[in-house]
């Protein structure tokens, strides 16, 4: 239970707590429970890819047919959405989709921390995509194509104006939309989670037991927008990557 008295409301599941408290210039760089579970998302995602790749066979066992299935299937996506000349960032795509993926599903467990359910973690992300993807497309293109980008072909001189100031405003609010996406969806289902799960601690095992069926049926569709969200995130940023190489 929070200090504050509200360990019981649904959103108490996203303060971040201070674990090792530490000031260093002035700033608060403490060590946080968000901070914990992105550490143990990351030594998940490593010990899942050297169970994968520490016994490699010609007839490959679990783990090895696990991972090979995750690696290409973020490569056909790469594929599929920024083409051939993407796959020379697929190290980085298939980073982000295994740490979002992660942090989605560690969240799931009881009394863990979903780190993706906070827009500072979210956004970052997509900012660093976001400038990554423009700085890409200024160096391989030049900034006077990237900027003439924005302008539509056959675009009326009358309309030129009003197109260029749209179609900049809405690649501007990629990274918002790319980060707000995948904050929402996991802090509206375990919200979703929590609420359902106070309904069934209130009511009993007997008067409970809808809510509790409710709740095992929410709890497997949760893991499904879990996946799928980080799906999401990683095709958006194959899209974005393939304008910035191709222009589109």
């Given at each position: 239970m929070s200090d504050t008295g509200h360990g019981h409301s649904p959103l108490a599941q996203f303060e971040v707590h201070p674990l090792f408290p530490l000031q260093l210039g002035g700033y608060d760089v403490s060590f946080t429970n968000a901070s914990l579970w992105m550490v143990l998302s990351i030594a998940a995602?490593?010990?899942?890819?050297?169970a994968g790749s520490r016994k490699t066979q010609l007839v490959p066992g679990r783990m090895q047919s696990f991972s090979e299935v995750m690696v290409q299937f973020v490569a056909g996506t790469v594929r599929d959405c920024a083409g051939s000349d993407g796959m020379k960032f697929f190290p980085m795509i298939f980073s982000l989709f295994m740490f979002i993926l992660a942090c989605n599903l560690l969240g799931m467990l009881p009394y863990s921390f979903t780190v993706t359910s906070h827009i500072i973690v979210t956004f970052a992300l997509a900012l660093i995509i976001f400038l990554a993807c423009t700085v890409l497309a200024i160096i391989?293109?030049?900034?006077?194509n990237f900027l003439h980008s924005f302008l539509p072909e056959g675009?009326?001189?009358?309309?030129?104006?009003?197109m260029y100031f749209i179609e900049v405003f809405s690649y501007l609010a990629r990274p918002i939309s790319l980060s707000v996406r995948l904050a929402a969806n996991m802090m509206a289902g375990h919200t979703m989670l929590k609420v359902i799960a106070g309904f069934v601690v209130m009511l009993g095992v007997l008067g409970g037991w809808a809510p509790f069926?409710?709740?095992?049926v929410l709890t497997g569709f949760e893991i499904g927008i879990a996946v799928l969200q980080a799906y999401i995130f990683t095709v958006l940023t194959c899209v974005?990557?393939?304008n910035a190489l191709h222009l589109h």
């Open positions: 995602i490593l010990l899942f890819m050297l391989k293109h030049g900034p006077g675009t009326p001189w009358w309309m030129a104006p009003l069926a409710l709740l095992i974005y990557l393939n």
